[in-house]
DNA sequence: GATGAACTTGACCGTTTGGTCAACAAACGC
DNA sequence: GCGTTTGTTGACCAAACGGTCAAGTTCATC
């Protein structure tokens, strides 16, 4: 997707200062709410600087949006339809949970960009996103025939992991007000209690 | 909190009005990325008109945070503590989801003001709801105690809760970018997946 | 150490933004 | 009807915004 042109020392170096300084701002203010300052002052760089080396605050935006999406469907990616259904489901989860755990302005960004209707990535939600969304619910589909799932609906279950283990990222100041954490122990009971869902809900009765 | 202030007709009518056309546009757009200009072409006003309404940009969106808040907590507060247990989450559950369903632009405005940190609310976070939420755990501790529900956190399940009934308001693109359905159907089949995902987690094992 | 390419920035520009104001129009009370 | 309150708006303002540019500085290469 992003061709590797040539890139001097400086250019690799401050590309990445911004965009790091980019998505600070943009996770935290939205596309609209984010200001070329910002970006700028966060980067520890001058406006025009910053407009050296990407044409427009769209741009940064974009390149952020797309190096995101690049990676935000590998845990989906990796189900492996010959493992065991329920620990293949609840290790998706678990790679789901440990990235908004670990890119948690990623997360946000994102949620940012679909909340508000994801004018920019309309095309990968109808597309690759659906395509990818719909083997797997196949997949899940011929486990529960199978009868090695309990019978849910496939796609209901998907999205319940998305907004469970993202919730922690994008609705991070709620959680934090409510269980007054210090740093991170928290989520690690967000997670084990999450396993328990999934596995309560996956697991098939012996009846 | 707001205090009725005598009002004229036309000023009862131009102030929902604007609150109306403020809700689509602050709920899509976020409060940095909507204009005055963008609430007073949809509320079909000129800009000086809905500053004669509202002193700014500003009291018009936290008049909207603060009608929201007043109302996006009955569904907890209507928790019965003499109710069967599984019973009582899951008509909660239906009730946010309802909620979700039939206010999604609140919402979304709700969605928007705490991914980007939630500045204006965060005291009413820190406060009367984590009151409410420490509450609402106690009680689901002590039906967990009393061998009425299956084991859980009670925080995790509480948070679960918003985020999976949320989700089908706030990634309402998302979802319909992969369901493609036609008009609400999809919803029905979400609460029904939602009901079967809380009742095989909450419902105690004979053993 | 000279030369050209890569990098940096203060000053600036046009537009958009939230908000004001004075002047006018409608509605209300009598 | 008539005066007063209430409602309405075009014109305007200062600040903030995304973006440009010319002039300067640093860097790699020989």
Redesign the interface.
């Known amino acids: 997707m992003t061709e590797a042109r040539p890139q001097t020392r400086i250019q690799k170096k401050n590309r990445e200062t911004i965009l790091d300084a980019a998505l600070d701002v943009f996770s ?6 984010a200001t070329l300052d910002q970006i700028a002052s966060a980067a520890s760089l001058s406006k025009p600087n910053v407009l050296y080396y990407f044409s427009s605050k769209e741009a940064i935006y974009t390149e952020l949006l797309s190096e995101l999406l690049d990676t935000w469907l590998d845990p989906l990616r990796a189900l492996d339809p010959k493992g065991d259904p329920i620990d293949e489901l609840v290790a998706y989860m678990r790679r789901k949970f440990e990235m908004s755990r670990q890119y948690p302005r990623e997360s ?1 960004l994102f ?2 960009e ?5 004018p920019r990535i ?1 095309d990968e ?2 597309g690759p ?2 395509s990818l ?2 083997k797997t619910a196949k997949l899940i589909q011929s486990w529960i025939h199978a009868g090695r799932l ?1 019978p ?2 496939p ?3 998907v ?2 992991i ?3 283990t ?3 990222a ?2 991070d ?3 934090r ?4 954490p210090e740093g991170d122990s928290h989520l690690d ?2 997670e ?3 396993v ?2 999934y596995t ?2 996956l697991t098939p009765t012996s009846n």
């Open positions: 935290s203010e939205g596309f609209r709410g946000r949620a940012n679909i909340v508000q209707g994801a309309v939600i109808n996103l659906k969304v719909d309990a849910v609906d796609y209901h279950l999205f319940s998305w907004a469970t993202q919730h922690y994008d609705f100041v709620q959680v007000g409510i269980l007054t009971d967000a084990a209690f999450l328990t869902l309560r809900t």
